[in-house]
Nanobody, 115 residues
Framework: QVQLVESGGGLVQAGGSLRLACATSGMVFAIKPMGWYRQAPGKQRELVASIRNGGRTNYADSVKGRFTISRDNAKNTVYLQMNSLKPEDTAVYYC?????????WGQGTQVTVSS
């Protein structure tokens, strides 16, 4: 049974930093591409960053230069380091593990950036 558990969200002032973590179980993490998505109130869920099993990364234009996705295969965990946070980064952040049959999602963690 695949499980994704996010942590690290919270309330931070604009310009601050947060580090999200997504601990996984029930899958062969090292070969899986992983992603972070976010959904703000009234908006569609959007891709924030992704990382291939070889470490290649991809970012939304809105977070390039501020966010960094990384993975620790020994800990079956993917991270999202978020710096220079802006109020528009406020959203629920979700960890994602895509597969041929279905996508797996975590429960989400709230990130709120105050101005």
């Amino acid at each position: 049974q695949v499980q994704l558990v996010e942590s690290g969200g919270g309330l931070v002032q604009a310009g601050g930093s947060l580090r999200l973590a997504c601990a996984t179980s029930g899958m062969v993490f090292a070969i899986k591409p992983m992603g972070w998505y976010r959904q703000a109130p009234g908006k569609q869920r959007e891709l924030v960053a992704s990382i291939r099993n070889g470490g290649r990364t991809n970012y939304a234009d809105s977070v390039k230069g501020r966010f960094t996705i990384s993975r620790d295969n020994a800990k079956n965990t993917v991270y999202l380091q978020m710096n220079s946070l802006k109020p528009e980064d406020t959203a629920v952040y979700y960890c994602n593990a895509p597969s041929a049959l279905r996508d797996y999602w975590g429960q989400g963690t709230q990130v709120t950036v105050s101005s």
